[in-house]
Every structure is written in structure tokens, then in C-alpha cells.
């Protein structure tokens, strides 16, 4: 494979240990890292606008291949300029593949070498995703990073499971590469980057071949960490993120992918992880739940809020926080308000973007290991108690 195109480049400015201050150059911009991606599955973060976003702190996106694909068509984003007019998001994006849709819709799909059958969730209409398909469709989207098609096994999965899974990844990542490679020499082409996908489950042995296999048939602008968050234990997901430190090169951005709780970010970063996406932020705000550093989780919807008059963070600098008290949330989230869900994705997503940003400067100053240990024992703590 030709080295990754010049439009997208990383370089380190601090470590600490495994933890790491750098910046991703891309075409729409620079990521400070370690950052955190929120997620726009359809093309939008949901309730919020592109520049709510920005003030956010939030500098990177993402969305979803296979949901824009069934609608509203990967023809029509590319018809009305790409994804970044279609959504008016003028920062970097990243897409996936479909890969997660690969586990988490496992019994409407079919997993076959030359790609999987999916079943719509929308009209039942079957389409088959393979990693040209799959190439061309991101293409059409134009993200910034283009994610390669692999497939996910499940948290728990047998050994021979995973090692078929890495198989296929491996040859789908070939596939990938070649077709991405066909657009390398057209302009547009230098404005996408590819990023490969590291399976193995939680089997060292395997994890680690598959890092050597996918570094062994590229240079990549950066890597992905998949299929962890998917159901195996948290001590298994750690020491799997622990060796790939020592095996992924440092001259590129990680992403750990789906991985975003507060305290699962911190960890994370403290191992060498770079970048981060979840849906927790949204999901947990439309469930009533919200994250502080004293309490850690806290559902909104339960009594002892209703008449409390603090902000959900005392030290969150955020519009909500600044704005309104839990007792109104809480009222806003037992009656299933539309402001509700916005004031807590609000909240939420600011809460992780501001998190990775007090990391970095953390790591500058030299004191990110005594500090993330005390704001991991406090946010374990207040979650005990809050329970």
C-alpha cells in the first residue's frame, strides 16, 4: 500500500507513561487529542446543532455508513455535496463501516466471506455489504476517515470464532485497501484516510497477531481498537488495550471505538488511546441519566431530585449546568421532554469533551498519573454512595 496521502498527519507533543498529547492534522482541520468523537448515526448528534457542537469543545464527528446508506442514500448525500454541506458540519469526520452493525444486528444479517447480507430495520429489504461496496458508499459520504469493513465478534466469543473473525477482517481489510487505492489518483481521493480495524477478542495471543498482520500490509494514517465494549470484562478490555500499546506504532492516532464512559475514557487514555466514540452521552441523556465528578452516574428521574435546586455539576461549565437546577431536569425527564434530552446531551457530551481536554493539559503539566487516580477513586466512590 502507498504511504497514507499528506492531507492527514500526527504528531506527539507530550507523553506520560502510555498517555499522549498530539494532534491529528486532517483536511477539515486539526483534533487535539485525546478527544472525544460524538456521534451523529443519521447525520446529526442528536437534538443538537452543528454549532452547539463547536461550543461544545467538540472538533471531530461521527456517522454511520450503514444508516445514511439506507437513508436517505449515500447517492444523495454525494448529490448535495458530501457530508459536511449535507449536515453543515465544517469540522472533521470520521464514518464507520458497518462493521458494528455486523454484531449488533447479528440476527437480521448474514456473515459470509465475500461480505454480509443485511435485513433493513427499516422495510425489510436485504442489501449486501461488501468491502468495495462498503469503500464506494464512504467515498460517496466524503468523511475525512473512512473506517475498513471488518467483522465484530461478540464479548465471550470462542477462540475459533475470533480466529475466523480475524480471517475474514484481514482479507476484507485487503479488499478494502485495494479498492481505496483505486481513487489514489484523483484530488478528492488525498482528502480520505483510511483506518484499519484490530480484532482478536480478548485473546492476547490472537489480538496481537492480528495488530502484526494489519500493520504488516500497510501504512496507516491511524489505527481502530474494535470489538471490545462488547460484553467481555473490564479487567480483560484493559490488559487487551495495555498490549496493543506496546505493539501499535506511535507515530499514529488509536482509536478505541465505542468506548465512552467517563471512567473508561480516563483509563483508556492513560493506556495510549488517542481517540474515543460512544453513544452513551445521547442515549444515557434520553434515559434521565447524567454524568458528575462527585456522584458518578446519577438518574435524574429518581425522587430524591425532585426538589433539588443544585446544577448537576457544580464544576461543569456547561449551559445546562449554568442554567438549571436538577429538580427542573428531573421534572423535564419524568415527563419525557424534548428539552430534557437536549439539556442532558447537552450536559453529557460536554462533560466527556471537557474530561479529555483536562487530561491533555494534565499530561503537559506532568501530573496526569496522581490526578486521574484520584478522579477515578472519586467518581467510583460517589457512585457507590449514590447507589
Request: proline share 5%.
Amino acid at each position: 500500500m502507498k504511504a497514507p496521502p499528506q492531507s492527514f498527519s500526527f504528531s506527539l507533543s507530550r507523553t506520560a507513561g502510555a498517555a499522549r498529547v498530539g494532534t491529528f492534522h486532517t483536511p477539515h482541520g486539526p483534533v487535539h487529542t485525546p478527544a472525544f468523537m460524538p456521534v451523529g448515526t443519521q447525520a446529526t448528534v442528536k437534538t443538537l446543532t452543528p454549532e452547539e457542537l463547536k461550543t461544545l469543545g467538540a472538533t471531530m464527528i461521527l456517522s454511520n455508513t450503514y444508516h445514511l446508506f439506507l437513508r436517505p442514500g449515500h447517492d444523495v448525500v454525494e448529490e448535495l455535496g458530501g457530508l459536511h454541506e449535507f449536515m453543515r458540519w465544517d469540522g472533521p469526520i470520521l464514518t464507520d463501516s458497518g462493521g458494528f452493525q455486523v454484531f449488533s444486528l447479528a440476527r437480521i444479517n448474514q456473515v459470509r466471506d465475500d461480505g454480509v447480507v443485511f435485513q433493513s430495520h427499516i422495510d425489510g429489504s436485504r442489501h449486501l455489504f461488501t468491502p468495495e461496496g462498503v469503500m464506494d458508499v464512504q467515498r460517496a459520504l466524503g468523511a475525512d476517515v473512512v473506517m475498513a469493513f471488518d467483522q465484530c465478534p461478540p464479548g465471550g466469543a470462542s477462540r475459533q470464532e475470533v480466529l475466523e473473525a480475524n480471517r475474514r477482517t484481514l482479507r476484507w481489510l485487503e479488499r478494502c485497501r485495494d479498492r481505496f487505492d483505486t481513487y489514489s489518483l484523483q484530488e478528492s481521493a488525498r482528502r480520505q484516510a483510511l483506518f484499519p480495524v484490530v480484532q482478536g477478542g480478548v485473546y492476547d495471543d490472537l489480538r496481537a497477531q492480528h495488530a502484526r498482520d494489519v500493520l504488516g500490509i500497510g501504512e496507516w494514517s491511524g489505527l481502530a481498537i474494535g470489538g471490545l465494549s462488547v460484553g467481555e470484562a473490564k479487567d480483560d478490555m484493559w490488559r487487551t488495550v495495555e498490549l496493543l500499546d506496546g505493539i501499535l506504532p506511535a507515530g499514529a492516532p488509536r482509536y478505541l471505538m465505542g468506548v465512552g464512559y467517563p471512567d473508561d475514557l480516563l483509563r483508556a487514555i492513560g493506556l495510549g488511546v488517542d481517540l474515543f466514540d460512544c453513544v452513551a452521552p445521547t442515549r444515557n441523556a434520553r434515559h434521565g441519566t447524567a454524568w458528575t465528578r462527585d456522584e458518578g452516574q446519577v438518574n435524574l428521574k429518581h425522587a430524591r431530585f425532585k426538589r433539588d435546586n443544585r446544577p448537576i455539576d457544580p464544576a461543569c461549565d456547561c449551559y445546562t449546568c449554568r442554567r438549571f437546577h436538577r429538580a427542573y431536569l428531573r421534572h423535564l425527564a419524568v415527563a419525557n421532554e424534548w428539552l430534557g434530552h437536549r439539556l442532558l446531551t447537552i450536559h453529557n457530551l460536554r462533560f466527556l469533551i471537557a474530561l479529555a481536554a483536562e487530561a491533555s493539559r494534565r499530561i503537559q503539566e506532568g501530573s496526569f498519573r496522581g490526578w486521574s487516580e484520584e478522579w477515578l477513586s472519586r467518581y467510583e466512590r460517589g457512585r457507590k454512595e449514590a447507589d
